[in-house]
C-alpha cells in the first residue's frame, strides 16, 4: 500500500479570515469542501496534482495539495528524485518542484488567488498543475 504525502495548510488564528484579493470577491465561494484535478498543460505526462480547498464564510482557510505520479502509482515527494538518479538536472527539478509543492498551499492562503501564487525558482511545472487543480476547485465553488 502506498501512503501519499500531502501537504496541508490552514490559517490557525482563531477568527482571522485573509482578505479575499483578485480572482473573486467575499461570498462569491460558497462555504465548503472542493477538489480539484488537474495535470494543467503537461496532458502526455502522467502527473495529476490533487488539491481539496476548504472554504469558511467566502474565504480559503485550508488547503491540501499532492501531486501522483500515475504510471509509478506513486506520490510526488521529497524522495521522488530516486527516480532520475544519475541525471543530476532532473534531481535538482525535482528538489525544486517539491519545495514550490510544499509552499504555494500557504502563498494561496495568504493571496486568496492563484493568480498571485508564484512559482518557485525552477518549479514551474509543479506550480502550473497546482493553479490548474485550484482553478478547478474554484470553479466549484463559485458553482461553475
Not at 508564484?118 to 518549479?123: I, K, N, T, V, Y
Not at 509543479?126 to 474554484?138: H, R
Amino acid at each position: 500500500m502506498n501512503v501519499q504525502q500531502t501537504t496541508h495548510h490552514e490559517n490557525h488564528i482563531a477568527g482571522f479570515r485573509p482578505a479575499v484579493l483578485g480572482l473573486f470577491s467575499r461570498g462569491s465561494l460558497q462555504d465548503g469542501t472542493y477538489h480539484g484535478l488537474s495535470r494543467a498543460m503537461y496532458t502526455d505526462e502522467p502527473y495529476y496534482g490533487h488539491v481539496t480547498l476548504s472554504i469558511e464564510d467566502g474565504a480559503i482557510v485550508r488547503v491540501d495539495f499532492f501531486i501522483r505520479d500515475s504510471a509509478r502509482q506513486v506520490g510526488f515527494d521529497g524522495t521522488y528524485e530516486k527516480y532520475f538518479e544519475g541525471n543530476d538536472l532532473y534531481m535538482q527539478q525535482c528538489r525544486n518542484d517539491w519545495q514550490g509543492v510544499q509552499s504555494y498551499p500557504d502563498s494561496l492562503l495568504k493571496y486568496q488567488d492563484p493568480g498571485k501564487v508564484d512559482a518557485r525558482s525552477g518549479a514551474t511545472w509543479s506550480c502550473n498543475i497546482f493553479k490548474g487543480a485550484v482553478e478547478d476547485a474554484l470553479a466549484q465553488a463559485r458553482g461553475e
